[in-house]
């Protein structure tokens, strides 16, 4: 069972942590029927071998099934701090609030908290646009956890609203904030304001100074956001966080779109790829392995 959720009926449904349930459990139950079966409760317990090191907790187990080579997390080494970083600016309320790349991330954001909870992690919760709206503390408890679930199902419930993105500035705030060296896990479509991307990468690199890892997942509607594939036929189009419309036909503009935006998405590949940030790409129409499998190899990767 592949992780998959219709977004169209997730409001239907209104449990964030039942659905986040269904999820990671699906998951799981797909990593059993591969190659990796046996080994998929154990992944976030386990790391990679580094050559060198002692051989002396190899897990040989988990090598028969997978042909590589892992060594057994102790308590010291498997407390891991983690900070969910949630963009709920304007544009991740398309293409339609109820069923978009905030209802993705919503649901993202809730199955890797509910597989943080399973391995006793400590978790927190930040939602942004322009300024930091809601920033939970960092535990592992239980009932906080179901906190955090409880406030992904709010914001699920929360009509779009109209306002712009800083995410430079939200993250040199938490750089500064976060003082215990964490996983900082960003879902956000990273439509920050051009002429700030500088600032973007500046305050990216700020959390990797202060020895934060740093997992992106880019959230976008990659049909419509990167590919352009609209119908021929007149449109208005809207900027999500000014309201100002545009009316055009998609072959009018499709190429220069698609240049701009290439470039655009080359640049932060790159630059991420500098500073040692995992930078993965999130297509909503692709479903959530995506999420758990990139959360779990970059968890695994960590000491």
């Not at 580094?50 to 897990?59: A, K, L, P």
């Not at 308590?75 to 790349?101: F, V």
């Not at 002429?195 to 990468?201: M, Y």
Request: hydrophobic fraction near 40%; aromatic fraction near 12%; include cysteine.
């Amino acid at each position: 069972m592949a992780a998959q959720i219709d977004l169209l009926k997730v409001r239907e449904y209104g449990n964030v942590e039942f659905l986040a349930r269904q999820l990671v459990e699906g998951f799981i139950t797909g990593l059993h029927k591969s190659p990796f079966h046996g080994f998929s409760v154990e992944f976030a317990e386990h790391r990679l071998y580094n050559t060198g090191e002692s051989t002396r907790y190899i897990d040989w187990k988990v090598y028969a099934k997978t042909e590589r080579l892992f060594v057994k997390r102790f308590e010291e080494e498997t407390n891991l701090r983690c900070h969910l970083l949630l963009d709920t600016s304007s544009t991740m309320y398309y293409p339609e609030p109820g069923y978009g790349k905030i209802t993705f991330s919503i649901l993202a954001a809730a199955s890797i908290a509910y597989l943080l909870q399973r391995q006793k992690d400590a978790v927190s919760l930040t939602t942004f646009a322009e300024n930091i709206d809601l920033q939970t503390q960092t535990k592992s408890t239980p009932s906080h956890v179901h906190k955090i679930f409880q406030q992904l199902n709010s914001l699920l419930q929360q009509p779009a609203p109209l306002r712009r993105t800083s995410a430079a500035e939200v993250i040199h705030q938490l750089a500064e904030k976060i003082n215990k060296r964490s996983l900082v896990v960003i879902f956000s479509d990273m439509f920050e304001n051009v002429s700030e991307v500088d600032h973007l990468f500046s305050a990216l690199q700020h959390l990797r100074h202060n020895l934060h890892e740093v997992l992106i997942f880019h959230v976008t509607d990659k049909k419509t956001e990167e590919d352009f594939a609209f119908d021929e036929r007149p449109y208005e189009f809207i900027d999500l966080e000014t309201g100002e419309k545009v009316k055009v036909q998609p072959n009018q503009v499709r190429g220069n779109y698609q240049q701009a935006v290439k470039s655009f998405y080359h640049e932060l590949k790159l630059r991420c790829g500098q500073y040692r940030i995992d930078f993965i790409e999130a297509d909503i129409a692709q479903g959530f392995d995506q999420i758990l499998t990139g959360y779990l190899v970059k968890r695994t990767k960590m000491k």
